[in-house]
C-alpha cells in the first residue's frame, strides 16, 4: 500500500510470480504480506502511522497487484490515472472481492462483524474498556501490539487487566509482539483512533484528546529512555566487572605470574582517554625522539645485541611513532607487534609503510588490557615506559599486564632493570623563588599558599652544582619479575652529606649527566633542614598510587620531624 503527498509520482503495476503481496523495500518477499507476520505487520504498522501524520490519501491496492515505486527506471510506462472515477471502480472491485470481517473478541470465543463491535462486546459483556487501559498506562503503538498478544497469548481474565499496577507492565517483553492469531484486525487498528473514536463518542475534542495522548506518550516514551540508559549503565559495568574477573583467572592460572590487575587495567576506555590524548600531540612525540639518550640507548642495545631479537616476535607496548619498533625489526626481529591507543598510531602506520617495514610490523590501536593479539606468545616486550620519578603515569602496569599475558616462558621484557634514586639539594635560591616568596607578595602576606604550593612535586632540570649529598638507590625493580604490588612502596634512606649547609630539596634521579626529556623529579622543603658535611640524613619515603587517578602518584617523606605528602600528577 502506498500514500501519497502532493503529485502523484509513477507506479508500476506488477504481480508476485506467488500471487502474493511483494514490497519494494523486501519486508514482504516471500510471505502473505499480512498481520501474521510479525516484520510484515510491524512495517505496515508503522508505515500507517507516518502516512497518517503527513494527512496523505491512500492509494488503493487492487486485488493481487502491488504498486511500486519506479523511480524512473520505466520512463516508457504510461502515466496512471489518479481520477476519482478510476478509483471508485477499484473501491467497489475491492468491497466486491472483501471476504467477511471476523473480529475475535479477547475474552471468549465469540465472533464479532467489526473492531468497534469488538470493544463494545468488551466493555458490556466483561466490563473492561481498552481505550481506558490505553490511556491508563499511556501504551504507544508497541505497547498496544504487546497487550492484545499478551491477552490472547496468555488467555487472561477481563478482571486482570483492571487490576494492573502503573509498572511494570507484565507484557514488556518483545515476544509479545509476535501476533497470536493470523489476520488479527485488532493489531492492524491505530490506537490512537481508537482514543478519538472514544473522544468523539463522548463528545471531547479529538484534537484536544490527541494532543493530550502525544503529551502522555512522549513523556512515557522518556522514561523508558531514561531507564533503558540506566540499564545500559549498569550492563556495562557488569560487562567490565566480568571481563577483570576472567582476565584475573587467566593470570592466575599461570605459576609464577603476579596474578593481580592493577587499577590502570580497572579504567575503562573512556576513563582513560585524557591520558591517551596527550599523547595525540606531536609536540611530545618530537621531545622524546630528541630525547639522544632515551632513543639512542634502544637503539644501540637492539642494533648491538642481534642474536637476542633475531628471528623472534616482539611486542611494542606503547610503540608511539614506532622507533622502537622499527628498530627492532631492523635488528632481526621475525615479527612486530605494535599497540597503541592514542591517535599517533595513524601516524605510525604511514612511517612504517614510507620504511618498507609493514612486511614485519604489526600495528594495532587500543589500549594493550583491552585488545587481543594476534599471536599467542611473543618472545620480547620492549617499551618506553618510564614517566617522571620513573613510576609516573603507571605505564609499567600496562607492560606487566603484557609480560604476564603474553611473554613466552624464557622471554625478555626490556628494559630489565630500573631503579630510583634519592638525593639532597642545597639551593637557598629555589627555596626562596618558591616557598618563602609567598611570605611578602608585594606587600601582602600570602603564606598561607605554602600548604598548596609545597605539596606539588616540580619536575624540572636540578643544576649538579647544589648537590649536598650523595645518591642513594631507594627502589630496584626487575620487570621480568616484579609484581603490580611492588610498584607501591615504602623504603628508609639514608643519605650522606657531603657539605655543611641547610638542606631545601629531595629530588629523585641523577643531575650529573646529560639532561633528559624525564628531567628530576623535585620536592620542596617547607623548612629547610640544616645538616653537616659527613653527617647521614636518615629518612622514609613512601610511594603509592591515587586511587582517585591511578596514573598519578602521593609520595611521602618522613624526615624524623615531620612529614609531608607530595602529589604528582
Known amino acids: 500500500m502506498k500514500r501519497l503527498l502532493g503529485a502523484v509520482p509513477r507506479f508500476l503495476l506488477t504481480r508476485s510470480a506467488s500471487g502474493r503481496l511483494r514490497s519494494s523495500n523486501g519486508h514482504f518477499d516471500g510471505c502473505h504480506g499480512d498481520a501474521h507476520c510479525e516484520s510484515c505487520f510491524l512495517e505496515l504498522h508503522q508505515r500507517r502511522r507516518s502516512d497518517k501524520a503527513s494527512g496523505c490519501d491512500v492509494l488503493k491496492k487492487k486485488k493481487g497487484f502491488t504498486w511500486t515505486e519506479c523511480d524512473g527506471a520505466h520512463d516508457d510506462m504510461p502515466e496512471l490515472s489518479d481520477g476519482d472515477d478510476d478509483e471508485g471502480q477499484w473501491l467497489e472491485e475491492e468491497e466486491e472481492d472483501r471476504p467477511p470481517v471476523n473480529v475475535t473478541c479477547l475474552f471468549c470465543d465469540r465472533s464479532l462483524t467489526s473492531v468497534p463491535a469488538a470493544l463494545q462486546h ?42 494492573l499496577p502503573d509498572a511494570p507492565l507484565p507484557w514488556e517483553s518483545e515476544d509479545f509482539l509476535r501476533p497470536v492469531l493470523q489476520d488479527d484486525l485488532l493489531l492492524q487498528t491505530d490506537p490512537e483512533e481508537l482514543c478519538e473514536d472514544s473522544c468523539a463518542s463522548t463528545g471531547v475534542s479529538p484534537g484536544a484528546e490527541s494532543h493530550d495522548a502525544l503529551q502522555r506518550r512522549a513523556q512515557a516514551a522518556e522514561e523508558r529512555a531514561r531507564s533503558s540508559e540506566e540499564a545500559l549503565t549498569r550492563a556495562m559495568d557488569d560487562l567490565h566487572k566480568l571481563k577483570l574477573l576472567a582476565q584475573g583467572l587467566v593470570l592466575n592460572a599461570g605459576s609464577g605470574k603476579s596474578g593481580n590487575l592493577g587499577s590502570v587495567a580497572e579504567l575503562r576506555e573512556d576513563e582513560d582517554e585524557a591520558y591517551f590524548g596527550s599523547y595525540g600531540h606531536y609536540g611530545i612525540h618530537e621531545e622524546m625522539l630528541k630525547d639522544k639518550v632515551r632513543t639512542e ?56 609503510r614510507s620504511n618498507q617495514l609493514e612486511d614485519k610490523i604489526t600495528l594495532i590501536k587500543g589500549r594493550i588490557e583491552d585488545i587481543q593479539l ?35 616462558d624464557g622471554g625478555s621484557v626490556y628494559p630489565d632493570l630500573c631503579n630510583i634514586s634519592l638525593a639532597a639539594v642545597g639551593d637557598a635560591q629555589k627555596h626562596q623563588e618558591h616557598i618563602a616568596f609567598w611570605d611578602d607578595v608585594y606587600g601582602f602576606n600570602m603564606g598561607c599558599m605554602k600548604k598548596a604550593v609545597v605539596p606539588e612535586a616540580v619536575v624540572e632540570v636540578v643544576k649538579d652544582d647544589t648537590l649536598i649529598s650523595e645518591p642513594a638507590v631507594i627502589q630496584t625493580f626487575d620487570c621480568n619479575r616484579v609484581c603490580l604490588s611492588d610498584l607501591e612502596f615504602a623504603s628508609e634512606f639514608s643519605l650522606k652529606i657531603t657539605a655543611s649547609t641547610e638542606c631545601t630539596v629531595m629530588f629523585s634521579t641523577g643531575p650529573q649527566v646529560t639532561k633528559t626529556h624525564w628531567k628530576q623529579t623535585v620536592f620542596l622543603l617547607e623548612r629547610p633542614v640544616s645538616v653537616q658535611a659527613g653527617e647521614e640524613l636518615r629518612g622514609k619515603i613512601i610511594v603509592r598510587k591515587n586511587k582517585k587517578d591511578p596514573r598519578s602518584l602521593w609520595v611521602t617523606f618522613d624526615l624524623g620531624d615531620g612529614k609531608q605528602t607530595y602529589s604528582l600528577q
Open 122 to 163: 468488551c466493555a458490556g459483556e466483561h466490563q473492561v474498556n481498552l481505550v481506558d487501559v490505553l490511556r491508563r498506562h499511556n501504551l504507544d503503538d508497541y505497547g498496544y501490539i504487546k497487550m492484545i498478544n499478551f491477552i490472547r497469548s496468555t488467555k487472561c481474565a477481563a478482571s486482570f487487566l483492571t487490576g
Open 297 to 352: 640507548s634502544y637503539r644501540d642495545f637492539m642494533y648491538r645485541n642481534p642474536d637476542a631479537f633475531r628471528d623472534k616476535v616482539v611486542l611494542d607496548v606503547g610503540c608511539g611513532t614506532g622507533i622502537l619498533s622499527m628498530f627492532a625489526a631492523r635488528a632481526g626481529a621475525k615479527q612486530v607487534i605494535a599497540v597503541d591507543q592514542s591517535e599517533i598510531i595513524y601516524q605510525a602506520m604511514d612511517i612504517v
Open 374 to 408: 594476534p599471536v599467542q606468545t611473543v618472545d620480547i616486550i620492549i617499551s618506553e615506559w618510564m614517566g617522571y620519578f620513573l613510576l609516573f603515569e603507571s605505564m609499567l602496569d600496562s607492560v606487566l599486564y603484557a609480560r604476564d599475558l603474553y611473554l613466552a
